[in-house]
């Protein structure tokens, strides 16, 4: 038996304890929509892309990684892993350095890759190149967008760092990965103060004022603004919410947003198109294309960086 929200009266939810999904006959929220495809080959159907409801037996670490971060992510860790992430806390590192360090990593919560994720990153970063040469910063923006996970190897479990990110502070978006059920044992699910459609939060606030869970997204934004980086707002607006996909797929939070946020949307819905679909066998030559990154970098993001 799982823990379920029940409307009880408007902006307010019950938690009840009810069967999953499956048992329902509902459609897990994750299912339902996904980016429209970029126009280039994908290695496979679109529709087996972001698949969490038919996971093969050496994929469950992706399942067990959400139930995780669903029952651990709370608005108090979140606020308090905002707190303990300064400049400096990790070290000083140029982009290269740090792109090297996350080559360590593989995501445990991503279905469609077991690559390291500087090989993402990269597949991410050409394929964006291919589809915008005028827009040379959006390219960077694929390259660096999870050199956040850098924390997975620095002491925080990967259900603190990498998925799918949500709004903590308030009534739970309902297409959430893995559903509501998913957060049986978090506390905040039971605490008045967050049952509320808007919670801790005014109407319109804007996303810069609520507290998503945390994870590498909000930390690399952090990172790039406090260390002064040139990029757009659009770029760094992309970094800081390309996991917040019950928002920028499903509309999930809109009633939290700011006129700012909705004039981004459509930039973070194109950019996880191309984080999400360059995924696959195909692998750049790293060697022929960093010299293109690293001008990038120079322009934008130059020298060590406070991490």
Not at 107 to 116: C, H, K, V
Not at 286 to 292: D, E, L, S
Request: hydrophobic share 35%; net charge negative.
């Amino acid at each position: 038996m799982l823990l379920l929200a029940t409307p009880e009266s408007e902006g307010m939810f019950r938690f009840v304890l009810g069967p999953d999904f499956t048992t329902m006959g509902l459609e897990d929220p994750s299912e339902i929509y996904r980016p429209k495809p970029p126009q280039f080959e994908l290695d496979k159907a679109a529709e087996n892309f972001r698949d969490y409801e038919n996971l093969e037996d050496d994929m469950c670490r992706v399942r067990d990684t959400y139930y995780e971060m669903h029952k651990n992510q709370t608005y108090q860790f979140a606020c308090s892993q905002r707190e303990k992430y300064k400049p400096g806390i990790i070290g000083e590192y140029t982009i290269m350095e740090m792109m090297e360090v996350v080559a360590k990593i593989v995501d445990e919560s991503d279905p469609d890759t077991s690559l390291p994720n500087n090989i993402h990153m990269y597949q991410t970063a050409e394929r964006i190149r291919e589809a915008y040469p005028d827009h040379p910063w959006f390219a960077l923006v694929g390259l660096i967008h999870d050199l956040g996970k850098v924390l997975a190897l620095h002491g925080e479990p990967q259900w603190a760092v990498v998925g799918d990110i949500f709004v903590t502070g308030c009534q739970l978006g309902p297409s959430v990965v893995f559903g509501l059920p998913s957060f049986e044992g978090n506390p905040d699910v039971i605490d008045e103060r967050f049952m509320t459609k808007y919670g801790v939060y005014r109407p319109n606030c804007g996303l810069e004022n609520v507290v998503t869970s945390w994870g590498h997204d909000e930390y690399m934004y952090q990172v790039l603004t406090r260390n002064k980086s040139t990029l757009p707002p659009e770029g760094l607006y992309m970094i800081r919410y390309h996991s917040l996909y019950p928002w920028h797929h499903h509309g999930d939070y809109d009633y939290l947003c700011s006129d700012t946020d909705r004039a981004m949307l459509p930039w973070v819905q194109k950019f996880s198109s191309f984080d999400l679909y360059s995924k696959g066998e195909k692998i750049p030559d790293v060697a022929a294309v960093k010299p293109f990154y690293e001008d990038l970098i120079a322009k934008y993001c130059p020298g060590k960086l406070l991490w």
